[in-house]
């Protein structure tokens, strides 16, 4: 059909026997027949070898042939199963070689002599050839081999062996290395067996230029550090990108043509082009984080393009504070756009392309309802208007375009397949009326395309190389693909992932939107909400957002839940790095040092980091002591025990960057168990040896009070870990995911604390000045706890 796509009758189906018959195990066979790509392009595999059974080996090739085969050269697909039924090809990996060969010829003629030099047809390597590299690897590797012993990574090792002989026997030079490693190194020793702990994978890969032994098995994977290897060059956008099958047997295969291919690489110079593409109807959250890191990412390490372009096909969901926050949003993230477009922009195009969808007889004017819409399409069943004349549904077009036709009376649809599976292939709405003004446009349109008809036109107008969404977009990639197909334009790579799921919160902009307008948080940056806003308010960095989406990689996996450990992880492994240390006591509780004299204020030095040197003034702060100090209330105990290391009475404690104080007296309030100040002394000399640490303040004038100041602390928003699919998910509302503490005592060297600041209180957490903070009240939000349950080594 068209420009860019080849259509064929679909092959009948296949029974499980006949899978199993090509020696196909069994949940393969099964797995295989509930995709009717793949059971279409078995039977036609099976019918042109014209077999009914064969070994093992030759069928696992077969079903590769089918599942792989490049359908650009579907005419030498024959050719290439002679092969395999005659074993000239007999492995995995002269299969691949042969699917790349066949990938680039296409449907030109094939030389056959150069076909068989690729795929290895009739090269021997003898064992001796074998043995002699396995030595020449080895000894390139020698001095990796004597550190690592058996822990060397073998596979790595058999890798380079087979880069050089690409068809020899896997299972001979495993053999080999295994048997020359044991004459090298000998009988396993203890520590061999051991077990290596290999890193976590979700921290940060650090590219460092460092020399590093050619084979280790900590080394990480290409994809670690570089996840967009993973990712086709724009001149190799002329293979299929997907079949589009159709009720009546007819296939489409969508590809770009040679001639539309060199249209659109002469227009971009080459260069890899991207897009980020938000609808501007709320604040962006952590899942666009992730598709910014692989939007803007991939072009900036290609060296190519990203657009920033809101899909603004809605005027009555768009505002300017959205798109404001957006363009904000972005840049913190540390992106900077190619250019900032709208589809707006591009509703004109869309119009003329509608227009001669029309004429090409592949759209129509319908006038049924939104519910008759969806009753038609569950019966399958065909509009009355569907096939109206031509110029008929030109010409209420046109009306549709001038404001002739009342509001909900008429839609365009796209002529697809009304009987198909698939229900995004079900005449999708192309156009609907709205008379509301656009945010971008005005007033000049009162039709406006739909997501289905706009985005892959827009994507296919601004040359875009790699089209990237998340998983819940597959289904609509045959709709996708059909309109670019139908109006002969460029089509795009498209490559989905996985949407990023992360436990005890919500990520849905209508969810969110509930949140907010029903005022159950405050605001879009609520430090609660896993909008990009709110983390930022809460002391979050873009660097610890970049550095988790990297660390959970950007694949095609199931759409899991994260837990939302992992992404505090990494906003520990930040902050312990970059918070400078200091004192805060959140609920105090009074402490008079009996034997320190009274008017006595001794300045001491408290570490901004653990490691500061003594000589370094820098990374001091100062810290007053005086007669009066205040400790946190949970640090003192009536009673002790051998597992409390806070006060008591009788009992000593040291008090951080200070002395040693015990417990003399304790002075109640009228209840008796209303404790309102404990009597100590301390020891200067620092005599004593003592396990339990407290924070503390102190009055830093005799008789004035600490610096005062508010802290918010946050839990996770919601109790359950996946509220999302609860029914009454607002009824899943931590109602404790707050707490203000209006009057916590400070260290004097936070009053000088100003937006943008974040400290490690010691001992409570991380902590960041709020944007609610004025000069004469300091406000912060805790960002993280101490704690780290995710990773085994958390922040000192």
């Not at 159709?246 to 001639?259: L, Q, T, Y």
């Not at 849905?508 to 405050?522: A, C, F, G």
């Not at 095609?556 to 505090?568: A, F, G, P």
Request: charged letters at 30%; glycine letters at 6%; one cysteine or more.
């Amino acid at each position: 059909m068209g420009t860019g796509g080849d259509g064929e009758k679909a092959a009948p189906a296949l029974p499980l026997e006949a899978l199993l018959a090509l020696g196909l195990d069994q949940r393969t066979a099964e797995n295989a027949l509930v995709n009717s790509k793949v059971t279409a392009n078995l039977a036609a595999v099976i019918a042109e070898a014209g077999i009914k059974e064969c070994d093992k080996s030759v069928g696992n090739l077969l079903y590769a042939v089918a599942t792989k085969y490049p359908t650009n050269a579907l005419v030498h697909r024959p050719v290439l199963i002679k092969y395999v039924l005659s074993t000239k090809i007999k492995n995995p990996a002269q299969l691949d070689a042969a699917l790349s060969f066949l990938t680039n010829t296409g449907p030109d003629s094939l030389d056959v002599e150069k076909f068989e030099e690729a795929c290895g047809v009739g090269v021997v390597v003898s064992i001796e050839e074998i043995k002699s590299t396995v030595t020449d690897v080895l000894e390139e590797n020698m001095e990796a081999i004597k550190e690592q012993r058996y822990h060397i990574n073998v596979g790595t090792l058999c890798g380079q062996v087979r880069k050089r002989h690409p068809w020899g026997d896997a299972k001979t030079i495993k053999e080999e290395i295994d048997k020359r490693l044991a004459e090298i190194l000998g009988p396993k020793t203890e520590a061999d067996n051991i077990k290596p702990v290999k890193k976590k994978k979700e921290k940060p890969a650090k590219v460092e230029e460092k020399k590093v032994a050619v084979a280790t098995s900590a080394q990480p994977s290409e994809e670690e550090l570089n996840p967009y290897t993973i990712f086709p060059q724009p001149e190799e956008n002329f293979k299929v990108h997907t079949e589009i099958f159709f009720s009546n047997g007819n296939i489409w295969r969508a590809h770009n043509s040679k001639e539309i291919l060199e249209k659109h690489l002469k227009a971009t110079g080459g260069k890899v082009m991207t897009r980020f593409p938000p609808e501007p109807n709320g604040y962006l959250h952590i899942g666009h984080a992730k598709a910014m890191f692989i939007d803007f990412g991939l072009a900036k390490e290609r060296n190519g393009h990203c657009y920033l372009r809101f899909d603004d096909t809605n005027p009555e969901a768009e505002k300017k504070e959205y798109i404001d926050h957006i363009q904000e949003i972005v840049h913190w993230m540390g992106w900077e756009p190619y250019k900032v477009t709208y589809t707006s922009d591009y509703f004109q195009a869309l119009y003329e392309h509608a227009v001669e969808l029309i004429r090409r007889g592949l759209a129509y004017v319908d006038h049924q309802t939104g519910d008759e819409i969806k009753e038609y399409r569950e019966k399958k069943m065909n509009s009355p208007w569907r096939d109206r004349p031509i110029e008929e549904s030109l010409k209420l077009f046109e009306d549709m375009r001038c404001g002739l036709i009342a509001e909900g009376a008429a839609t365009l649809r796209m002529k697809q397949d009304m009987q198909n599976d698939n229900k995004n292939m079900s005449d999708l709405i192309a156009y609907r009326i709205k008379f509301t003004p656009h945010p971008h446009a005005g007033d000049k349109w009162c039709i406006y395309p739909s997501y289905d008809y706009a985005h892959c036109m827009v994507d296919s107008l601004e040359n875009i190389t790699h089209s990237l969404c998340t998983l819940e977009f597959d289904i609509r990639r045959p709709s996708y693909y059909w309109l670019l197909v139908a109006l002969g334009l460029y089509q795009p790579y498209v490559w989905e992932y996985s949407r990023l799921n992360i436990s005890n919160t919500v990520m849905s902009k209508r969810k969110l939107n509930r949140l907010v307008t029903e005022k159950w948080v405050d605001g879009w940056d609520d430090p609660r909400l896993l909008t990009l806003a709110g983390l930022r308010r809460r002391g979050v960095s873009s660097t610890a957002i970049n550095s988790f989406i990297r660390g959970i990689g950007i694949t095609r996996s199931d759409n899991s839940l994260i837990r939302v450990d992992r992404l505090e992880y990494h906003i520990r492994e930040e902050l312990n790095k970059t918070a400078p240390r200091t004192m805060v006591v959140l609920r105090p509780l009074k402490v008079v040092i009996t034997n320190l004299e009274e008017g006595k204020v001794l300045d001491l030095d408290g570490k901004m980091w653990p490691d500061a040197s003594d000589t370094d003034a820098s990374s001091h702060y100062k810290v007053p002591f005086s007669r009066t100090v205040y400790i946190e209330k949970t640090d003192f105990r009536l009673k002790d025990s051998k597992d409390y290391y806070g006060l008591a009475p009788g009992k000593s404690v040291m008090l951080r960057y200070a002395f040693p104080i015990k417990c003399t007296d304790v002075i109640y309030g009228d209840n008796p168990d209303d404790i309102v100040e404990i009597r100590a002394e301390y020891d200067p000399l620092k005599t004593s040896k003592l396990k339990g640490v407290l924070h503390w303040v102190a009055e830093p004038t005799p008789g004035v009070e600490p610096l005062k100041v508010e802290v918010r602390l946050f839990e996770k928003l919601f109790m359950s870990e996946n509220p999302a699919e609860l029914e009454d998910w607002l009824g899943d509302l931590n109602p404790h995911s707050k707490e203000v503490i209006k009057d916590a005592y400070a260290v004097p060297s936070l009053a000088s604390a100003v937006l943008g600041d974040k400290f490690q209180f010691e001992r409570l957490g991380y902590f960041a000045v709020d944007t609610d903070s004025m000069p004469e009240k300091l406000v912060f939000n805790r960002t993280v706890t101490l704690r780290d349950s995710f990773g085994k080594a958390g922040p000192k």
